[in-house]
């Protein structure tokens, strides 16, 4: 059975910080492509950053320069690192996983909560 569990959202204040987490098992996550997406109040899913295997990111334009991406392959643990946080950041932050060949399979989180105060 796969799983993804996120941690580490909460409350946060503008220019504070987070990091959330995403542990993963039920699949090789070596062979998958970690994402984070998010869904604020009345907006479509949208792709924050997603990282490969080997490392390699991409982020979304809204959050260059404030959020990275990270993973640890050895404990199956994507991270999301949020810096500079704006009330727009305020959503929910889901983990998504991708094989990276069968991109059939395809895998969500429950989604944890951020809310940044203005």
């Known amino acids: 059975q796969v799983q993804l569990v996120e941690s580490g959202g909460g409350l946060a204040q503008t220019g504070g910080s987070l990091r959330l987490s995403c542990a993963a098992s039920?699949?090789?996550?070596?062979?998958?492509?970690m994402s984070w997406y998010r869904q604020a109040p009345g907006r479509q899913r949208e792709l924050v950053a997603a990282?490969?295997?080997?490392?390699?990111?991409s982020l979304a334009v809204a959050v260059e320069g404030r959020f990275t991406i990270s993973r640890d392959n050895a404990n199956n643990t994507v991270y999301l690192h949020l810096n500079s946080l704006k009330p727009e950041d305020t959503a929910v932050y889901y983990c998504?996983?991708?094989?990276?060949?069968?991109?059939?399979?395809?895998?969500w989180g429950q989604g944890t909560q951020v809310i940044v105060s203005s």
């Open positions: 998504n996983a991708i094989h990276a060949i069968l991109k059939s399979n395809v895998y």
């Open positions: 039920g699949i090789i996550f070596s062979s998958y492509v």
């Open positions: 990282i490969a295997h080997g490392g390699t990111t």
